[in-house]
């Protein structure tokens, strides 16, 4: 157990419409980083949020956006869902002010678009 | 940009030892890491080398050569749990952040 959750676990959608993923951050970490994870494949950076503010992006379109709480929980949002947009979202927890620290990943929402 | 490249496949039979191969390419190096994850899983961090040499770990072992881009994971007394795919992830602040660019994964099968 890394005590990094997600929420929801599953989650069905329309093309079209629009879905937040939650992701609460392990004990004393201030660093969250979302990666998406299609079948077959690794996962891949979507942004990272440091202290609330975004730290980083990937190769990603603005429809994908996120947010950092006071407590360091994190938000993601997608707009517009395309049919590529089904995979696994991730999120990983960690300290990234010391460098080279490991990140620790939650178990995953699996997003099904149709 | 960032290129990491790891066999897609392997087999290996129960009790016996196996080596994953991981060369890479990437600008802002800030380590390599290895995680194992089961099928509809998420990841789970095995080791983490940011220095050459090799790091042990009970049964797994990670090893890392900079001048060359490359690492190995040995796991050793392989078990039937062991069955699953081996991310091999290079940590680079190219993007701003400090994020994990991952290779797709080998998948090791282990039979009896």
């Known amino acids: 157990e890394t005590g990094v959750t997600q929420s929801p676990t599953h989650l069905i959608k329309t093309r079209g419409q629009q879905v937040t993923l939650r992701c609460s951050s392990q004990?004393?970490?201030?660093?969250v980083s979302w990666y998406q994870q299609a079948l077959g494949q690794g996962p891949q950076f979507i942004f990272q949020?440091?202290?609330?503010?975004?730290?980083g992006r990937g190769n990603f379109p603005p429809r994908f956006s996120g947010l950092q709480f006071p407590n360091y929980s994190s938000e993601l949002n997608v707009n517009a869902l395309e049919l590529d947009d089904s995979a696994l979202y991730l999120c990983?927890?960690?300290?990234?002010?010391?460098?080279?620290?490991?990140?620790?990943f939650g178990p995953g929402t699996r997003l099904t678009v149709t | 940009g960032q290129n990491i490249d790891q066999p897609t496949e392997m087999t290996a039979t129960e009790g016996a030892i196996v080596q994953i191969n991981c060369t890479y390419q990437?600008?802002?190096?800030?380590?390599l890491f290895w995680y194992q994850q089961h099928a509809g899983e998420a990841p789970t961090f095995l080791s983490y080398?940011?220095?050459?040499g090799l790091e042990e770990k009970g049964r797994f072992s990670s090893f890392l050569s900079r001048s060359k881009g490359y690492s190995y994971l040995l796991l050793k007394e392989l078990q039937m749990k062991d069955s699953a795919s081996y991310l091999c992830?290079?940590?680079?602040?190219?993007?701003?952040?400090?994020?994990?660019?991952f290779g797709t994964g080998t998948r090791l099968t282990v039979i009896p």
């Open positions: 990983a927890s960690s300290s990234e002010g010391a460098g080279g620290s490991v990140q620790y």
């Open positions: 949020y440091y202290r609330e503010e975004e730290n």
């Open positions: 080398n940011v220095l050459d």
């Open positions: 992830a290079v940590k680079s602040r190219e993007t701003g952040a400090n994020n994990l660019f």
């Open positions: 004990s004393g970490h201030n660093t």
């Open positions: 990437t600008s802002g190096f800030n380590g």
